[in-house]
T-cell receptor, first 113, second 115 residues
Framework: AQSVTQLGSHVSVSEGALVLLRCNYSSSVPPYLFWYVQYPNQGLQLLLKYTSAATLVKGINGFEAEFKKSETSFHLTKPSAHMSDAAEYFCAVSEGNTDKLIFGTGTRLQVFP | GAGVSQSPRYKVAKRGQDVALRCDPI?????LFWYQQALGQGPEFLTY????????KSGLPSDRFFAERPEGSVSTLKIQRTQQEDSAVYLC?????????????FGPGTRLLVL
């Protein structure tokens, strides 16, 4: 079965600093990988997804992620954090013929002024 | 256009009560998913529909959980004889078609509290 691991349940950065949220996956087949963001009392919004077309994936709000097969990683980065980036971030892998998503436990990002 | 909507947004139930949670997917979306998100956790898959067919219900935690999508659009997740451990946010998502890395669009969720 496929799975994802998010290292660090909480990450704190200063406004303007680099954001790095870690995700490692376990999959026996080439995976489809996703990053979602969840703001308080809202549903999940897709930031970006990897579908094997390109290893560096650019998403919304200045986020990007790089698929590294050798490291089984799909870390999310943003060069300069903004206060509005404060939220919960989830890495996910799709599984099986139904493409159901298997989520990590999430990383809460705090941004300090 | 309109996104995925869910109702009610909040539900408080006494232990033992039955509840019904509704999901209106994006119009024309073939695939519909239900997830359960416990406090402080990531969402966990419950069940999947392609049109009106329930193709995967492997995530339903017990036979008290039942989902349907009779006309291939609106879906209802029903929980019978609710227990305290059922307290969670129930998320619905839809995507345009099954197969391949389609983006799932999520609703705001229904927060269920069982007392």
């Amino acid at each position: 079965a496929q799975s994802v691991t998010q290292l660090g349940s909480h990450v704190s950065v200063s406004e303007g600093a680099l954001v790095l949220l870690r995700c490692n996956y376990s999959s026996s087949v080439p995976p489809y990988l996703f990053w979602y963001v969840q703001y308080p009392n809202q549903g999940l919004q897709l930031l970006l997804k990897y579908t094997s077309a390109a290893t560096l994936v650019k998403g919304i709000n200045g986020f990007e992620a790089e698929f590294k097969k050798s490291e089984t990683s799909f870390h999310l980065t943003k060069p300069s954090a903004h206060m509005s980036d404060a939220a919960e971030y989830f890495c996910a892998v799709s599984e099986g013929n139904t493409d159901k998503l298997i989520f990590g436990t999430g990383t809460r990002l705090q941004v300090f002024p | 256009g309109a996104g995925v909507s869910q109702s009610p947004r909040y539900k408080v139930a006494k232990r033992g009560q039955d509840v019904a949670l509704r999901c209106d997917p994006i119009s024309g979306h073939v695939s519909l998913f239900w997830y359960q998100q416990a406090l402080g956790q990531g969402p966990e898959f419950l069940t999947y529909f392609q049109n009106e067919a329930q193709l995967d219900k492997s995530g339903l935690p017990s036979d008290r959980f039942f989902a349907e999508r009779p006309e291939g659009s609106v879906s209802t997740l029903k929980i019978q004889r609710t227990q305290q451990e059922d307290s969670a946010v129930y998320l619905c998502a839809s995507s345009s078609q099954g197969g391949g890395p389609e983006t799932q669009y999520f609703g705001p969720g229904t927060r269920l509290l069982v007392l």
